[in-house]
């Protein structure tokens, strides 16, 4: 875990806000076209729903969850065409204890 990444992959708002839709992606998005598919949130949101939710363009969208990707706080999976992003819990909570306990 790289804690500057990670504090600048959270310095830009539509960052900060895509992790907390996929903190609970069944508030904010439709389950129903991955229901239909036999899938779930847990295998993440595909990143066409992220970036119809956000309202910009597909590359701006891209450009950021690799970022936070990169930052490891998220996770991909490609099934077919199309990629699911999911938080990493994981590091997600090494972070929070290295503010606890460091800052």
Partial sequence: MEPLLIYKALSNETRCQIMQWLKNPENFFDEQPYLQQGLNFRIGVCVGDIQSK???????????????????????????????YRRNEKTIQQFAEYVQNKL
């Fill in 54 to 84: 956000s309202g910009l363009a597909q590359s701006v969208i891209s450009s950021y969850l690799s970022t936070m990707q990169k930052a490891g706080l998220l996770e991909s999976e490609r099934i077919g065409k199309w990629t699911y």
